[in-house]
Each structure stands twice: as C-alpha cells, then as structure tokens.
C-alpha cells in the first residue's frame, strides 16, 4: 500500500494507530507496578464501542515482560474487524474514512521477541543490576516492519527506540518528518481464561511539514495461546484515539474517544 505524506494529522492517524500495535505489542506478565483490577481490562474490551473516558493506568516503568512462549520470530495477521467513530457526525477525525478500505483486509508482517539481555547487548545497553532472563518485544525491528506494511519501503526510513528507555521511540519518514511515540501508563490483568490484556497510553507527536501535530492514542489488547500452531496465538486489540487539546473540538469531545479500532491479530512461528 502507498500513501502520501500529506500532512501531520493524517501520517499521525495513519501511522500512529498501526505503529503503536508493534511499537509496543502489548501484553502478558507484567512484572512491575501497573496491575488493573481484576476484569477491568476484560470489561472494557466486552463493553466496544461504549468507551467514555482513557482506561485509568500507572505510570510506565521499564518494559514490557512477555511469557516465554512468545520469545521468538512470528509472521503475524493484522485484521481491522470494525471502526467506529463515536462522535459522529459532529466530530469525525481526518483519515477515518479513508480507513475504512482496510475493513476485513488482512495485512502480514514480520515480529520478533528476544531475550532483554541478548537485545540490549544488541544495542550497547548495560542491563539493570537485578535484571532476570526476561522475553521483551524487538521494538525497532517490530515497528519497522508493520510501518512498511502500511505505508512503503521508502516512506518509512528507520525506527528507533531510545537507549535510556524503551517507551520512547521515533519512526523517521521521507521528507524529513518524524514520528514520536511515548508510552505513558499501562495497565496489566490475566483472566480466569488464561487470557492476558494490557493497556498502555501513548503520547504521538508528528513533527515536519508544517505545525507539529499531537494526540493522544490508548491502545487495550488481550492475547491468548493457542493448542495449534497455525496459528499460535490469538489476540483481540481495540485502538482508541482522543484528541489533544490544540484541536478546535477538543472541549466538545469532552473525555471521549473520537475514534476506535478494533484488531484481529495471529501469530504464526517463523524458523529463526
């Protein structure tokens, strides 16, 4: 698929509700502070699309912790199963319409999850002194691959994440644009169902061609593995944009998301 940069909004719109999903592939064990009440999380995702206000979260300290059966290369299926746009008619965002061509067409892409030693020893990061043998995402990796999925090889140049912390990252696109993601909070829970769901809240900042951008990106997610390997593992992610306060109708939008996009996602095992 190629699209043209045409302005922040629509890249931010575009990128950001895609890139946020491998930026951060949330999930699974969470083993610092973050836990949700039991079945907050699940709630959320069974009430779609009544959403009112951003999922109440805690700060976010370190990364993402994985179980071991995701460490790994995954081919994974990306599916928009449904959009909804809350607010209508009144408030619609740019780009929403547009996303409607991608309803029910399956996009492929390439992740992996590494051990956090061998990934910081990748990227010249001394590990913390108490750090375990814990399976994180391959953020630059993971990104880059779902961005180019989206947009193209050369709109997309690099992502990187930044060596202080893994909840800062930036995706550079062609013409000197830029796309700046930074996790906010998150929230952890595991169900009855052996399911597990998380939530983070994200910061997007789209800089170049023209007035910087800003918005804000809440993204819930449930993974649940499976007894086949075709696929492995399963997951539901519903994606919720709001809008920041520059916007005109940011007060009329109140708390609400003025946009939600719902996920089907399969992981299927690459060799290594």
């Not at 999380?41 to 999922?55: D, G, S, V």
């Not at 994606?239 to 299927?268: C, H, I, K, M």
Request: charged content about 20%; aromatic content about 12%.
């Amino acid at each position: 698929m190629i699209m043209k940069i045409i302005s922040g909004r629509k890249i931010l719109l575009m990128i950001g509700i895609r890139v946020i999903w491998s930026f951060y592939l949330i999930v699974l064990f969470l083993l610092i502070s973050g836990n949700a009440t039991a079945g907050q999380l699940a709630e959320r995702l069974a009430n779609f699309p009544q959403w009112e206000k951003i999922q109440s979260v805690s700060p976010a300290i370190g990364d993402l912790v994985y179980p071991d059966w995701m460490e790994g290369n995954w081919q994974v299926k990306s599916t928009l199963i449904d959009l909804v746009a809350p607010l209508a008619p009144n408030i619609v965002t740019p780009g929403f319409e547009g996303n409607r061509q991608y309803l029910n067409q399956p996009t492929d892409f390439q992740v992996r999850f590494v051990q956090e030693k061998k990934l910081f020893s990748s990227l010249k990061i001394i590990p913390h002194r108490d750090s375990k043998s814990k399976v994180v995402a391959d953020r630059a990796f993971n990104s880059l691959n779902l961005a180019r999925a989206y947009l193209n090889d050369s709109t997309v140049l690099s992502v990187k994440v930044d060596p202080e912390s893994p909840n800062r990252q930036i995706t550079f696109l062609r013409g000197d644009r830029r796309l700046i993601s930074i996790v906010t909070g998150r929230s952890t829970e595991t169900t009855y169902d052996d399911k597990f769901i998380a939530t983070e809240a994200f910061q997007q900042l789209f800089k170049g061609g023209g007035r910087p951008y800003f918005n804000f990106v809440e993204s819930t997610t449930a993974y649940h593995q499976l007894q086949t390997s075709s696929p492995a593992v399963e997951a539901t992610q519903v994606t919720a944009v709001y809008l920041s306060p520059q916007e005109p109708d940011y007060f009329a939008a109140g708390s609400r998301p003025v946009a939600l996009y719902r996920y089907r996602l399969e992981f299927f095992p690459r060799g290594n």
